[in-house]
């Protein structure tokens, strides 16, 4: 796969700050990738330094093999960006918003028209384009966003939280737009939001005082969790002491984890090393007659490791 976007070393020092330390890490083409992090730990200056908003102390973005430096306008032609929240102009319609950054990006007139157009059904708003962009919902606004991200064609997306503050509908309809742009394109979305890793991010980079700290698929990094291969049984209450005191005894096992569920408990078993214990569990609960309701086997919590990665800092 082609890499279209590239940050070699980049870093940023505010004064005494160093507040991106030497970030490097590639998008390639058809990938979408989550860029994570605890508040302050330098994603927004990465993503400034990213788009070419502002000047690394040291280190280089290259978008499409063009360095942001040296060739800053061929590199950010090629770059489409939604910054965090709603776009400005909130008495212009979609349409005249559109047609606005269309010419300031130097489509030629005789394109206008066309190129709004098919902006605006990619991201299905073509029934709200004589509306005030005041009036329009959170997501539609969002929507004007993303087609003004990418009206001009770029072969590289950068999404600043671009589900933050949409219901649930919304995000839903967001994500599976951006599902859809990733297809011939790099896109990296910076996120709060653990569960859109998962929903839409081919591979994540948690990022940590200025440096990265882990880069994988979500289940690579799901993987690094203790809770991978845990086991949690759903047994009745009257028979949770006996069965955590019997979990525990099991050398593969680290740990038991409780949690009331009515007249039932919820008792998690971290397997020590992450090793598989499924099948120890699962013939002491049958031998036992502890009355299992449920039983499941954990892939890892992506929340777990980015805790753990990042402690201290949430
Ligand atoms: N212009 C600036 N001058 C001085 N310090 C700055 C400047 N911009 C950012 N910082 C500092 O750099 C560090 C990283 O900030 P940044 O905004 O990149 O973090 P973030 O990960 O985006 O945080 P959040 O999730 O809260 O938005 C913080 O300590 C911040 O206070």
Not at 1 to 10: P, Q
Not at 126 to 155: C, F, W
Not at 173 to 185: C, D, F, H, K, T
Not at 232 to 242: D, M, Q
Request: proline letters at 4%; hydrophobic letters at 40%.
């Amino acid at each position: 796969m082609d890499v279209l976007l590239e940050a070699r070393n980049l870093t940023k020092h505010f004064g005494p700050l160093k507040a991106v330390n030497g970030i490097s890490l590639q998008v390639k083409k058809g990938e979408v990738l989550g860029f994570l992090g605890p508040n302050g730990a330098g994603k927004t200056t990465t993503m400034k330094m990213l788009t070419g908003f502002l000047t690394p102390t040291e280190g280089e973005t290259y978008v499409c093999g063009e360095a942001m430096s040296t060739e800053n306008l061929k590199a950010r032609s090629h770059m489409g960006y939604l910054p965090e929240g709603a776009p400005l102009y909130g008495d212009m319609t979609p349409r005249s918003f559109l047609k606005f950054i269309a010419a300031a990006h130097n489509i030629p007139a005789v394109e206008i028209m066309d190129v709004v157009e098919s902006a605006a059904g990619a991201v299905h708003l073509s029934n709200v384009m004589e509306q005030r962009i005041e009036t329009l919902s959170k997501g539609y606004k969002r929507r004007v966003g993303l087609a003004a991200a990418i009206l001009h064609a770029p072969d590289v997306l950068v999404l600043d939280e671009p589900t933050d503050g949409l219901d649930p509908n919304q995000k839903h309809e967001v994500r599976r737009l951006i599902e859809a742009m990733s297809v011939n394109r790099a896109i990296i979305i910076s996120t709060h939001i653990l569960e859109e890793v998962e929903a839409i991010c081919h591979r994540a980079v948690i990022i940590n005082k200025g440096m990265v700290v882990a880069d994988g698929s979500p289940s690579e990094l799901k993987a690094q969790s203790r809770y991978k291969n845990a086991v949690t049984l759903l047994l009745p209450k009257a028979e949770a002491e006996k069965a955590a005191v019997a979990l525990k005894s099991i050398k593969a096992i680290e740990s038991v984890e409780a949690i009331n569920e009515g007249d039932n408990v919820r008792l998690t078993a971290i397997a020590r090393g992450r090793s598989d214990i499924a099948s120890i569990v699962s013939d002491v609960a049958s031998v036992s007659n502890w009355g299992v309701s449920q039983f499941s086997v954990d892939s890892g919590r992506l929340d777990d490791v980015f805790r753990h990665l990042t402690e201290g800092e949430v």
